[in-house]
């Protein structure tokens, strides 16, 4: 289906925000900019961005991928893990994204209800996809019931956010993160099944005799 001219429009003007954000910095990047390079008018942006700060969170928020994540729930709690903590929104996103952080890290600081505003907007969907695949662990009865999900997140995600604050810098970091963070998760909080414990158990007596 063809898209609308206001769509063509609205998806003509955030390309142009994303590469000027990305190429000037948000500051350095005015709206008649923006105009220009997109060949949409000011008075047809301002139709579908109140301002500034809400065309920049758009932006932000489609170079992180975060509107379009995957429910990862395919039935199976180590590969639905590992998926949600290797995800990325695809190449174009990443090299978009890392262009455009510095900036927005640095706008965020000098406009803290624009910072507040982005924490809000984009950490809250990942963390919705992980408590909803923590919690459908313990109710499947694969993760142990008494598990504090506030921490079994932060624990997820730490790993995760430092990886991405870290690179280029840390040279130590494995390139299989995802994976020995995933395992080391599920080591100490998922439920060892019955038939898997009575193996090992046998395996060890059959050593020892």
């Given at each position: 289906?063809?898209?609308?001219?206001?769509?063509?429009?609205?998806?003509?003007?955030?390309?142009?925000?994303?590469?000027?954000?990305?190429?000037?910095?948000?500051d350095a990047t005015s709206?008649?900019?923006?105009?220009?390079?997109?060949?949409?008018?000011?008075?047809?942006?301002?139709?579908?961005?109140?301002?500034?700060?809400?065309?920049?969170?758009?932006?932000?928020?489609?170079?992180?991928?975060?509107?379009?994540?995957?429910?990862?729930?395919?039935?199976?709690?180590?590969?639905?893990?590992?998926?949600?903590?290797?995800?990325?929104?695809?190449?174009?996103?990443?090299?978009?994204?890392?262009?455009?952080?510095?900036?927005?890290?640095?706008?965020?600081?000098?406009?803290?209800?624009?910072?507040?505003?982005?924490?809000?907007?984009?950490?809250?969907?990942?963390?919705?996809?992980?408590?909803?695949?923590?919690?459908?662990?313990?109710q499947n009865g694969e993760?142990?019931?008494?598990?504090?999900?506030?921490?079994?997140?932060?624990?997820?995600?730490?790993?995760?956010?430092?990886?991405?604050?870290?690179?280029?810098?840390?040279?130590?970091?494995?390139?299989?993160?995802?994976?020995?963070?995933?395992?080391?998760?599920?080591?100490?909080?998922?439920?060892?099944?019955?038939?898997?414990?009575?193996?090992?158990?046998?395996?060890?007596?059959?050593?020892?005799?």
């Open positions: 289906m063809p898209r609308t001219r206001s769509a063509r429009a609205h998806q003509d003007v955030l390309d142009a925000a994303i590469e000027l954000f990305a190429e000037r910095g948000i709206m008649d900019a923006i105009s220009e390079v997109s060949g949409v008018s000011k008075a047809t942006i301002y139709k579908h961005w109140a301002d500034k700060d809400a065309l920049c969170m758009e932006a932000l928020i489609r170079a992180h991928g975060v509107d379009d994540l995957p429910p990862f729930n395919s039935g199976n709690l180590r590969k639905d893990l590992l998926a949600f903590l290797e995800y990325r929104a695809g190449p174009r996103h990443n090299e978009t994204f890392l262009r455009l952080m510095p900036h927005f890290m640095g706008y965020a600081v000098r406009n803290p209800a624009f910072g507040r505003a982005w924490k809000a907007r984009v950490m809250e969907p990942p963390r919705t996809r992980l408590r909803q695949l923590l919690e459908r662990g313990i993760l142990k019931s008494d598990l504090d999900i506030g921490v079994a997140i932060a624990l997820l995600l730490g790993p995760m956010v430092y990886r991405f604050a870290a690179a280029g810098i840390a040279t130590d970091l494995p390139e299989d993160l995802p994976r020995r963070v995933a395992e080391a998760f599920l080591r100490a909080h998922a439920i060892v099944k019955a038939a898997h414990a009575a193996k090992r158990i046998e395996s060890a007596v059959r050593k020892s005799s």
